[in-house]
């Protein structure tokens, strides 16, 4: 990975040190207070954590101010599971998403997150 670089003040420019989660329950609580280091996603989006997808809760979801929803799945890297066994949990939680009735979809948000209605134009 690249080193990150960020200027502080009058004493130039310093390196960003590397820092891991102690658990994966603190990151999906990072992504869950600040939605937008997300890529792709806005600071206005809410966030559900351990969003109830039918095969199991999807680790973080979030839903925009225009209706897009992003699956999050948290895996620490001490964490050995296969990446293709997690690329498939995350789109085995993609496609219950994209069939889910609007109803059930409210649902279960409801249980973990605020509900709002995305803006139409």
Not at 21 to 39: D, F, G, K, R
Not at 54 to 62: C, L, M, Q, R, S
Request: a neutral charge; one cysteine or more; charged letters at 20%.
């Amino acid at each position: 990975m690249a080193e990150m670089l960020i200027r502080v003040g009058a004493q130039g420019w310093q390196s960003l040190g590397v820092q891991g989660y102690s658990n994966e329950a603190h990151l999906q609580q990072l992504l869950a207070e600040h939605p937008a280091l997300v890529p792709g996603v806005g600071p206005d989006a809410v966030v559900c954590r351990e969003f109830a997808s039918g095969v199991g809760p999807a680790d973080v979801v979030v839903l925009d101010r225009d209706g897009n929803l992003t699956s999050v799945e948290c895996k620490l890297a001490s964490n050995r599971q296969v990446r293709r066994e997690v690329v498939g949990q995350v789109l085995d939680y993609a496609s219950r998403l994209w069939r889910m009735p609007v109803q059930t979809f409210e649902a279960a948000w409801g249980l973990h997150g605020p509900v709002f209605r995305p803006s139409r134009r």
